[in-house]
C-alpha cells in the first residue's frame, strides 16, 4: 500500500504538524515527503519563522498627533484670550468711554477766558460719574460732549475741565444747547428756549414745549389751549384749570413774563390770552406782541435772534433766572433754596448778602440738633424788605443783589464756595440752586 501523500494534503496538514498536534504515524508521512519535496520544505520553515514585531506608526502619524494636540491647546487659548479681550472691551466701554448725557441730567457752568474755555458742574445723578469730557471746535464754536458711567473710584459727579481754543471763542455747546454766547453765559431756561424756537404758532406741540420751558404748569397749574391761526394777528389761549384767589397780581406778573417770551420764541404769534378764575369771576387777560416790544424797547421778535438776545430778554423777566421757580409765596419775601448733594460732612451754611457791592448783612443755617445736613436736604434763607432799607425798587426788584456762600465742616473748617453770585432777586420768587462736591477738591453751586 502506497502511504506517500501528495503536496495538497501536506499543506493541510503542515499548520498541525509545526504545532505539535498530529500523530506518530501522520507525522513519519509528512517528514517522508518533505524530504522529496522542497516547496513544501519551505513552506513549514516559513511557518516555523517568529512572527515580526508590530511595526512603529510612520513618524507622520506622531507629527501629526503633535500638530492635532498643539492646535487644540492654540485653540484653547484664543478662546480664552479673545473672553478676556470682549471683557476688557466692556469695561472700557462701559467706565473709560461711558455714554453721552444731555443737558437735563447736569448741573453745569460755562465760561470763557481769553482763548480758555472752563467747563464744570455736577451730574444730578449721583449713582454715575464722569467718565470723560471732550471739546471739538469750529471756527469760533467749542462744542462739548461729557460721556458718563457706573460710578466707581476711575469717576465722580463733579467735574472740571477746560480747553485751549484756537483763536476767539464766539460760543459754547453743550448737548445741542448754547450755553455761552458773545461774553455772556447763557442760563438753561434761555438756553432751552432758543433751541425750541417756533416759526408757527400753528404747532401746538411746539407750543407746549415752550409752555413746559417755562414752567407754566409748575407755576399755575393745568390748563387747556386754544389757537387762533385764521386771520392776523394769531394768537394763543391758556385757559387755567385752578383759579387764583389770592396773589393775582404775582400770577398776572407771571403771565406777563411768560406771554412775553412766547412772543419772542413763536415767530408768529401776534398775542397771548390767559383765562382763569379769580375771586371777581372768570378773569380774560391778553397780551399783546406790541406790548412786549414797548417792555423790550424794540421789536420783541429781535429778542430772540441770538442765544445772548434772549438771556438779556429771560434776564430782564427774571424767568427762571438762577433756577427761579415762582411759588406764589407772600409777595414780602424772596428764597434761596439750596439743595444739598454733596457728600461731605456739613455742619452749616453761611450767606454773606450785597446791594450793589456793599455788605448789607448774614445769615446762617445749620440742624438744631447740631447733625450734619444730610445729602438730598434743602436749606433756604429767606430775605424781607426790613433786612434792605431802601434798596427795594417799586415793582418789588431788588437792585444789584448778590450774595457769597461757605460751607463749615463738623471739624469747624469754613471752604468758601462762590463770592459775589449775582441773582435779579425779586420778592414772590424762590432762587434754586444746588451744592455739589467736597471740601477736599472744592464745592460747587449750580443753577437748579
Known sequence: MDTRLDCEIVRDLLPSYADGLTGGVTNRAVEAHLENCTECSEALLRMREPECKEQPPAPEVDYLKKVRRRTGYTAVLFAAGAVVLVIMLLCIRLFALGSEVDPTGVNYSASVSGNTVYFNGSLRNT???VSRISFTQDGGVVTVSLYTAPKSFLNRAEFSKQYEAEG?????????LIVWENGMEISRTAAQLYAAKNPYVGDMSSNSRIATILGVSDQLGSYTNELQTSTEPYGWTLRLNIPIMEEEETARNIMTADAYAMLAA?????????EYQAEKGLQVYTIKAEDASAFAGQDIKL???TASDLQVLVQSLSIKWAGVRESLQESGTFRLSIANESDAKISELVIHY???GRLIGSQSSENANGSAFSKGSTTEFAFVPENFPGGTGADGLLSGFSFDLAVVSKDGSTTPVCEGRSVKAKYAWTYFFTLSGNDKDGFILNEG
Open 127 to 129: 449713582e454715575s460719574g
Open 168 to 176: 476767539a471763542v464766539t460760543q459754547i455747546r453743550f448737548g445741542g
Open 266 to 274: 413763536i415767530n408768529n404769534l401776534g398775542y397771548v390770552t390767559w
Open 303 to 305: 429778542c430772540a435772534e
Open 354 to 356: 450785597y446791594l450793589n
